[in-house]
C-alpha cells in the first residue's frame, strides 16, 4: 500500500512505469556509482524527495546490506507504491544495467590488453570520484539541521578522512568506530 503520511510539498511518482523507467535511466548513467545523479534526479529534477528526507533515506540505506542506491530505490518504490513500487524500483536498477554490463565484459575479454582501454577505465574513475564529491558539497548545507551541529560533523568526518586517506585504516574499521561515536552522541543530545 502507498505510504499517505507524505509531505504535501512532493510530487510523486506518476506510475510503476515511471519509477522503473527513472531508476533504469539513472543505473545506466552511473559508472562506479550513481549516488550524485541520483540525488540531483531525485531531489533536483523529480523532486520526489526533500534535500533532508534524501539524506535519511540514504542513511538507512548505508546500513542495510546491498549497493545504497539498489536499497533506496526499493525504499522510495516501497514508499509510493508498496511491494510492486518496490520490484519497480529493483528492476529498473537491475535488468538493462546488467544487459549493459554483460555486453560490455565480452568486448573487455577482447581488448582489455589495450592501453587505450586501460586509460579510458582510469578516467571514468576519476569522474565518479569528481561526481561523489560534487554530491556531497551540494548536500553539505542540510548539516546546518544535523542534531549534532556543523562542529561536530565535520570533527567526524574530517577524523574519517584522515583515519583512512592519511593513516590509511581499513574503512570497514573505522566506520562502525565513528559510526557508533556519532550514533552516541546524537542519542547523547536528543534524549529526553
Given amino acids: 500500500m502507498p505510504s499517505t503520511d507524505l509531505p504535501a510539498s512532493n510530487v510523486r511518482p506518476q506510475s510503476l512505469r515511471d519509477l522503473f523507467t527513472t531508476f533504469t535511466l539513472l543505473a545506466l548513467q552511473g559508472f562506479g556509482g550513481v549516488l550524485a545523479v541520483t540525488q540531483h534526479e531525485l531531489v533536483e529534477r523529480k523532486r520526489w524527495l526533500t534535500r533532508e528526507e534524501f539524506i535519511e533515506e540514504l542513511a538507512v540505506a548505508q546500513i542495510m546490506p546491498g549497493p545504497n542506491v539498489i536499497n533506496l530505490s526499493i525504499m522510495l518504490g516501497a514508499r509510493y507504491f508498496g511491494w510492486r513500487g518496490a520490484l519497480a524500483s529493483l528492476a529498473g536498477m537491475l535488468i538493462l544495467p546488467m544487459i549493459v554490463v554483460l555486453s560490455l565484459a565480452v568486448v573487455y575479454a577482447q581488448f582489455a590488453q589495450h592501453a587505450e582501454v586501460a586509460g579510458a577505465l582510469r578516467g571514468m574513475g576519476a569522474v565518479a570520484a569528481g561526481l561523489i564529491v560534487s554530491s556531497g558539497l551540494r548536500l553539505l548545507p542540510t548539516l546546518r539541521h544535523n542534531a549534532l551541529g556543523l562542529t561536530a560533523c565535520y570533527l567526524?568526518?574530517?577524523?574519517?578522512?584522515?583515519?583512512?586517506?592519511?593513516?590509511?585504516?581499513?574503512?570497514?574499521?573505522?566506520?562502525?568506530?565513528?559510526?557508533?561515536?556519532?550514533?552516541?552522541?546524537?542519542y547523547m543530545k536528543l534524549k529526553p
Avoid at 174 to 184: E, F, I, K
Fill in 156 to 186: 567526524l568526518g574530517g577524523l574519517c578522512l584522515v583515519a583512512v586517506a592519511v593513516l590509511r585504516w581499513p574503512l570497514l574499521y573505522v566506520l562502525p568506530v565513528l559510526g557508533v561515536l556519532s550514533c552516541t552522541l546524537t
